[in-house]
Every structure is written in C-alpha cells, then in structure tokens.
Nanobody
Framework: QVQLVESGGGLVQAGGSLRLSCAASGRTFSSYAMGWFRQVPGKEREAILCISSSDGSTYYADSVKGRFTISKDNAKNTAYLQMNSLKPEDTAVYYC????????????????WGQGTQVTVSS
C-alpha cells in the first residue's frame, strides 16, 4: 500500500510559478510511475501529466505543455510538479497519483491517489 500526500498549493499571480510536492510512503516508491491530475468544480478530473507504469512513456496535456514538468526524488520518496507561467485557467485542485510497474496498462491509469491541494491563480 502506498499513501500519497500533496503539498505546495496556494495563491499565486498569473505568470508566477509554484512547485507541488507529492510525498509517498512505501519502500518501493522508486519503481512507481507517477502522474498529476487536476479538477475544477463541476468538471471531470483531467490528466495533465502522466508517466506510464508500463513503458515509461509520457503524456502532457496540451494546456500545460512547455509550462509544467514532473520530477521525482527517490531518495526523498517525493515527486514534484513544477508549474511555470501560471494562468487563471490553471486554477484547480491538483492530485498526484502512482502505480507500480504494470504490464500493458493505459498511460494515465493509477492505483493510488493523494487528497489534493488547491492552486488558485489570480489575474
């Protein structure tokens, strides 16, 4: 079992940056694939950046390409979402997700989810 806890959300002005953290429990986190999603009230959760648990391929939503990046520090059991050039439309609750290496699995399909952290971008 893996537990994920996001942090780093908050209020930022348009054009600014934030880095979200996703701290994971478990000894095998280093082998896990990670993804980031976001959700706006009244809308479905949206995958914005995923790493496949099957082959390591990546997916970036068009809305975040060139602005958001994912990284992982296995020594700290933490994944990060670096968000630059933020826009008001990036306002949402952001979730991290994780999955162990899995054969032939959809790229943005994960087993474990964090509780979410609010990001608000003011204009």
């Amino acid at each position: 079992q893996v537990q994920l806890v996001e942090s780093g959300g908050g209020l930022v002005q348009a054009g600014g940056s934030l880095r979200l953290s996703c701290a994971a429990s478990g000894r095998t986190f280093s082998s896990y694939a990670m993804g980031w999603f976001r959700q706006v009230p009244g809308k479905e959760r949206e995958a914005i950046l995923c790493i496949s648990s099957s082959d390591g391929s990546t997916y970036y939503a068009d809305s975040v390409k060139g602005r958001f990046t994912i990284s992982k520090d296995n020594a700290k059991n933490t994944a990060y979402l670096q968000m630059n050039s933020l826009k008001p439309e990036d306002t949402a609750v952001y979730y991290c997700a994780a999955a162990p290496p899995t054969y032939l699995r959809a790229i943005c399909d994960y087993d474990y989810w964090g509780q979410g952290t609010q990001v608000t971008v003011s204009s």
